[in-house]
């Protein structure tokens, strides 16, 4: 009898099993480690000095700009990936050659895409080169390494676009043409149809597609570190340098927090946002 | 002048024609349906007016404007479609109010004209409801709201019962008619149910194949169709070959039929048909009589339908309810010779 009230448990126990060791379980570590308890380096005791550490500029400089990074990215990939999706739409010539070209960013590690167009983007890349040989700019640009971070904006757009496009796509797709074609029938024009129409009706699509491509953009390493700025680094990045420059673990996993709290902020936050889309339709 | 004139209307697509060589006028306030099964290129048609689908051939005037070349938001036709197509993201008002809104129509005067038409299809105190929160029947009016506040000149149905259950249907077709004729619009109506059409139209266009087999207002077309197709069609007729043997006179495998001088004068093969309801019990083999044996009986009610068997000839009767045959009994009816119709 016993163990059959067992067998159900035992059976959700290698996928819960796993997801707890490796996400609760990781987590709680690191929370505990932002406190000062099962310390890697030195002896463990309850404290908030690893928190008070991250209390300086160059915290707060990685923070804005990480944030700066996630919506600058999530948005600007929306600005191609909508219209692009809008296009996709119907079936015309050369656009399943388009949708099968577009998806290639997604099977490109960040890593190896960032490399790539660094060669496109860097000092002496291709970029500067066709420009100043049209005589377009005088001299080459600097778009690889600035302060502003426009390079890791660019590849992150490449990488993010096919991944928005997919979540567009697919909203789009749940739009009846048959609402579309009442609404030109009252005298809609095209336009006016996806003004009107089509976009009220994906924006629970646009938040899911900008919320996922912030919380990927927010928590990068890769990019950042290869073609971002010098300084400020991402947080990612600077909570690297404590953790393996610095070996200040406690720092490193009070970073950590931070990263993944303000992933969970910005979920909630879509999560009311759908909801009261939803609550507004029905 | 008519207010819709198809003219050699034509349309493919890759492997069949959906609209062959139609042409069709309507008069300004007409109600005329297109009736047929499904692939018979009525609702095509239907989009081609609306402008969904340019046709292949063939030209499409709205009194004496030619309108093949205008983009559907400039006909100023309104359509209700099967699937009622309101704005999930709208209110009922909104909806109502969005033909209007793109016209550029002065706030009052939206407001004004919105709440009209919901008053005209009995949905006022619904404005601020969302569509998802109205049974099929309310989606259906707000639909037909939509579509006549903008005062379109021509109306559009694209089967526009079929999703309602039969008690709703029947009245919705009525209000619809009626609020077609208090306004005079001119109405293209499609459906498959040939109840619906008999109903609603002030003439039927019975399509098969993409062409049209006949025009008329549903009393002739009922009495007097010209095709098998259109016998059987409008409600299930009984089609028997023959051969004219005289005046008025067709020979058949279930008996001699006298038909009254409407034979065509060449002798040759006809073939003649009538309504289940035209069969009558007749006591003895006098004229137009026909011997069969029951093979099936179903109650309805109102009716029974029974199929009868005549040499080798499957033929459907209804007769009083209150008669009960048994399976296996035989029986003889009559016809009365103004009921035998020649179609082609």
């Known amino acids: 009898m016993q163990a059959h009230r067992l067998t159900p448990l035992l059976l959700i126990l290698p996928g819960a099993g796993f997801i707890f060791v490796f996400l609760v379980a990781a987590l709680g570590m690191t929370a505990l480690q932002s406190v000062g308890l099962y310390s890697l380096v030195g002896e463990s005791r309850l404290t908030a000095d690893h928190w008070k550490s991250l209390y300086d500029k160059a915290f707060f400089d990685s923070f804005l700009f990480s944030f700066k990074v996630g919506i600058a990215s999530s948005f600007g990939t929306l600005l191609f990936a909508y219209p692009l999706a809008l296009f996709l739409r119907r079936r015309r010539f050369g656009t399943a050659v388009i949708n099968s070209v577009i998806k290639i960013p997604l099977f490109v590690p960040a890593l190896v895409a960032a490399f790539l167009i660094l060669n496109v983007l860097a000092f002496n890349g291709v970029l500067n080169n066709v420009l100043v040989r049209l005589g377009i700019i005088g001299e080459p640009l600097r778009l690889l390494n600035d302060k502003f971070g426009w390079n890791v904006f660019i590849i992150q757009i490449w990488k993010n676009l096919p991944f928005q496009l997919l979540i567009i796509s697919a909203t789009l797709q749940t739009i009846r043409t048959d609402i579309e074609d009442a609404a030109r029938n009252l005298g809609a024009s095209p336009l006016q149809v996806i003004w009107h129409i089509v976009l009220p009706l994906s924006i629970p699509g646009i938040l899911i597609a900008v919320v996922l491509v912030f919380i990927l953009t927010f928590g990068d390493y890769a990019i950042t570190r290869v073609a971002g700025p010098v300084y400020p680094s991402s947080l990612s990045v600077l909570m690297y340098t404590k953790a393996f420059t610095l070996q200040q673990w406690g720092a490193a996993a009070c970073i950590g927090m931070v990263i993944t709290v303000a992933s969970l902020i910005f979920v909630a936050i879509y999560a009311r946002a759908a909801r009261a889309i939803e609550e507004m339709r029905t | ?344």
Request: glycine share 10%.
């Open chain 2, 1 to 344: 002048m008519s207010a819709l004139r198809l003219d050699h209307l034509f349309r493919r697509y890759a492997g069949f024609t959906a609209v062959d060589d139609l042409s069709l006028e309507v008069k300004k306030g007409e109600l005329v349906t297109l009736l047929g099964p499904s692939g018979c290129g009525k609702t095509t048609t239907l989009r081609m007016v609306a402008g969904f689908i340019t046709p292949d051939g063939g030209d499409i005037w709205f009194g004496d404007q030619r309108m093949n070349d205008a983009p559907p938001h400039r006909r100023n036709t309104a359509m209700v479609f099967q699937s009622y197509a309101l704005f999930p993201h709208m209110t009922v008002a909104e909806n109502v109010a969005f033909g209007l809104r793109m016209q550029k129509t002065p706030v009052d005067e939206r407001a004004r004209r919105v709440d009209e038409a919901l008053d005209m299809v009995s949905l006022n105190g619904l404005q601020d409801r969302r569509p998802g929160q109205l049974s099929g029947g309310q989606q259906q009016r707000v639909a037909l709201a939509r579509a006549i506040v903008t005062r379109p000149n021509i109306l559009l149905f694209d089967e526009p019962l079929s999703n309602l259950d039969a008690k709703l249907r029947v009245k919705v077709r009525q209000e619809i008619r009626e609020l077609q004729t208090r306004l005079g619009v001119t109405t293209l109506y499609v459906t498959h149910d040939q109840g619906e059409a008999l109903a609603i139209s002030d003439r039927i266009v019975v399509m098969n194949k993409g062409r049209i087999e006949q025009i008329g207002d549903p009393g002739t077309i009922y009495r007097f169709p010209r095709t098998s197709f259109v016998a059987d069609f409008l409600g299930a007729a009984n089609i028997i070959e023959g051969h004219v043997i005289g005046k008025g006179m067709v020979e058949s495998p279930i008996g001699r039929f006298s038909l009254k001088g409407k034979t065509p004068l060449v002798a040759g093969p006809v073939k003649m048909s009538w309504r289940p309801e035209d069969m009558k019990l007749a006591s003895g083999t006098s004229g137009n009589s026909i011997v069969a044996q029951v093979r099936s009986v179903g109650f309805y009610g109102n009716f029974t339908e029974l199929e009868v068997e005549s040499a080798g000839h499957l033929l459907r009767v209804q007769v009083d309810s209150d008669f009960k045959p048994k399976v296996g009994d035989t029986l003889t009816f009559t016809i009365d010779a103004n009921r035998i119709q020649i179609v082609e």
